[in-house]
């Protein structure tokens, strides 16, 4: 598959390996991967990851259903959704069951037997079943690869059901409301008692979609494009911000897929597909919209990634900068870094690196060599394996970085060892280097090996089967934003708190494209970072008039917390939703000239800072948490934002003084 790869991660990503480690937290893949998957990385936050750790039973949302998994069947929920002014969600509830009438063997588990950016197969030998479950797919299409009985059950009771066409369509109706589509590629026989349909033995192709709602037009729709199935799908990043679907698919006919709002926002029209508006699907993720076409393209704007800040800073404010400067500069070397945290590490690496690019845009250059000093310091350790009770380890059961730490505690280091949070962690040591780089190249040079295997841990756009690192660790390529929670059993599926540290993350490697002097990098880097703000934009920010969630969420919520595959939350892992400014703040830290085009969209900004400010009376030690309110106040009133800043009294650990300023006065 043609990529823009890295232009040379693939023989830094061989050629460095951090120190070995055997992993004593990790699940065992072998208990649901096929063997032959089992000598490459493997994905750990993917859109399937339930169904492979540790016991795979709990439901994943492939878009526009919910599937659970067992060793002998396949469940689905269309699923109905639920809301209060606190959460919205997705309820599984198994509305119809997939299995063969009789266990064919006792000794085999479900097995996934390949998978692909869109996709994934999931062979269930037990019933002779072979899953194609690839999102954004209307139907649930799977192969019969044996003569075989086959047995539908529901919780629900059956209404009807009705043949079509020679035996190859069927319309079930249940008493929930839901209406179901069958369909064959030769005819089956089927009969049904009050919640099961049984078929004489059967083999070949067999769909089944749920019928959206009660428009008759909908039913020709399924009707028409019932023929053609996808079995997998890619995504190419050929070119700069732009993403290229294709679907593999089988029989004849078009391609029917569903677009998310994302997509339908990017959707290029220079592709050759046809959008179906009133053909929809409910999700939590907002109306999923019919796309006849086998391939898609998709557009975004393109976004400069630059060290300093757009527009510049008034020369009139560089004495209050240069003043804080000096001081946060001086208390940088006069405290050692006592952490060994990897997330709380970095946040203070990051840190130090914006002083020296502050320093850089009001031209004071006296205190840059005090800063490289600080964060050769700093990092070095990390990279040559010196730090003192922890370090990067690189473990081969799944394949990437793990932590000295995480290697044998699974809840050190945020989950480090299990894969959570990788993007969040690596982004702040990416951006150290990218800035060290920058100010002593030499020294860039001396750990480019090590620069490029901490990026390419979870920013591999090479080969599908890199033989270190598996595919985009963390970054959605069909929801077009990241996940940050590993290999972690959730009800909810994957999950993501801080938007602006996955934006961190991919900002930072694009700098480190651009201290490298590797356009590729900076080109895949621009490219991820577009997309995760475009998401971010469209699924976190909380605006009313988009009309993307239901009201009673929409009018109390102007940010979400945590975003998961299946829910969104207005709480965080680590506060109640109660504490908005702990909800704005995690959504736009660390704060850098990115931060700008994340929250360009001045009227949301100014009510988001106006829904937090509430909740800032009458508290203390949340001064780094004002920080961040007062910063995006900044955005729409220097004046009033520049006062409060004055008077902070403390700063959050990956923030300054310093950088407050620098953010004001470049307004």
């Known amino acids: 598959m043609s990529q823009f790869p890295f232009s040379s991660s693939q ?16 699940p065992d893949p072998s208990t649901y991967f096929s063997p032959n998957l089992l000598s490459s ?56 069951t997939i299995s063969a009438s009789q266990t064919y063997s006792n000794a085999q588990n479900r097995v996934i037997s390949s998978y692909s950016d869109l996709g994934v197969t999931l062979d269930i030998p037990t019933s002779n079943l072979r899953f194609f479950l690839v999102r954004g797919s209307p139907f649930i299409t799977a192969s019969v690869t044996k003569p075989t009985s086959l047995s539908i059950t529901t919780v629900h009771t059956i209404l009807s059901l009705s043949s079509y066409d020679d035996n190859t369509k069927f319309i079930l109706q249940l008493n929930n409301t839901q209406t179901w589509l069958i369909y064959t590629s030769s005819p089956i026989y089927l009969n049904h008692a009050a ?38 799908g890619d995504a190419a990043l ?12 089988k029989r004849s006919g078009d391609l029917l897929m569903l677009a998310h709002p994302l997509h339908a926002k990017l959707l290029s029209h220079d592709c050759n597909v046809t959008v179906l508006h009133d053909f929809k699907y409910r999700s939590v993720d907002g109306d999923l919209v019919g796309v006849v076409g086998d391939s898609w393209v998709l557009e975004t704007d393109p976004i400069p990634v630059t060290w300093h800040s757009k527009k510049g800073i008034d020369k009139e404010s560089f004495g209050e900068i240069i003043s804080a400067l000096n001081k946060d500069v001086k208390e940088l070397n006069s405290s050692a870094i006592t952490t060994q945290s990897s997330y709380f590490y970095g946040k203070l690496v990051g840190r130090a690196a914006r002083l020296a690019l502050i320093a850089e845009e009001v031209s004071y250059p006296k205190v840059i060599p005090k800063i490289r000093n600080f964060l050769k310091e700093t990092i070095e350790p990390w990279l ?98 990241s996940w940050a929670s590993g290999l972690t059993e959730f009800e909810d599926g994957r999950n993501q708190e801080s938007t602006s540290e996955a934006v961190n993350a991919y900002y930072a490697a694009a700098l480190m494209g651009l201290a490298y002097g590797d356009s590729r990098l900076v080109d895949s880097g621009s490219t991820l970072l577009a997309l995760e703000i475009r998401a971010t934009q469209t699924w976190w920010h909380v605006k009313v008039e988009d009309n993307l969630y239901e009201e009673e969420f929409a009018k ?40 700008e085009t994340l929250f ?64 004001i006065h470049s307004r």
């Open 11 to 26: 023989t830094m990503s061989s050629s460095f390996l951090f120190p070995q480690t055997q992993s004593t937290v990790l």
């Open 384 to 481: 040559d394996g010196t730090f003192k009770g922890n370090a990067f380890l690189y473990e081969r059961k799944w394949r990437g970085l793990v932590t000295k730490q995480g290697s044998t505690d699974s809840t050190a280091d945020f989950g480090f060892g299990v894969y959570n949070d990788h993007h969040f962690h690596l982004g702040y040591f990416i951006y150290g280097i990218a800035v060290l780089a920058k100010i002593d190249p030499a020294w860039g040079k001396q750990y480019k090996p090590q620069a490029y295997s901490l990026v390419t841990d979870f920013m591999n756009l090479g080969q599908r089967y890199n033989t270190d690192y598996p595919r985009l660790r963390c970054f959605d390529l069909y929801k077009l934003h």
């Open 195 to 232: 919640s099961q349909v049984s078929s004489k033995p059967f083999s070949g192709i067999i769909r089944i979609a749920a019928l959206p709602d009660s428009n008759p037009n909908n039913v020709a729709t399924l009707d028409k494009f019932s023929s053609c199935y996808p079995v997998s």
């Open 41 to 96: 990385p493997l994905p750990t936050n993917s859109f399937f990851q339930n169904f492979v750790i540790p016991n795979g039973t709990v439901p994943e949302y492939f878009h526009p259903y919910h599937i659970q998994s067992s060793n002998s069947s396949l469940s689905a929920s269309y699923p109905f959704l639920f809301f209060t002014a606190a959460v919205l969600y997705q309820v599984f509830v198994p509305d119809l």
């Open 600 to 663: 360009f969209d001045t009227v949301y900004a100014k009510e988001l800072v106006e829904w937090t400010l509430p909740s800032l009376k009458n508290k203390t030690n949340v001064e780094g948490w004002k920080g961040f309110t007062y910063a995006l106040q900044g955005i729409y009133d220097k004046t009033t934002a520049l006062k409060k800043i004055r008077m902070l009294t403390g700063f959050d650990d990956g923030n300054s003084f310093s950088n407050l300023l620098w953010w």
């Open 556 to 595: 109390d919520n102007r940010i979400v917390g945590i975003l998961w595959a299946n829910k969104r939350d207005s709480k965080l892992w680590w506060a109640p939703a109660e504490c908005r400014e702990c909800r704005l703040s995690i959504q736009v830290l660390p704060l850098l000239p990115v931060t």
């Open 238 to 249: 050929k070119k700069p911000f732009r993403v290229e679907y294709k679907w593999q698919r």
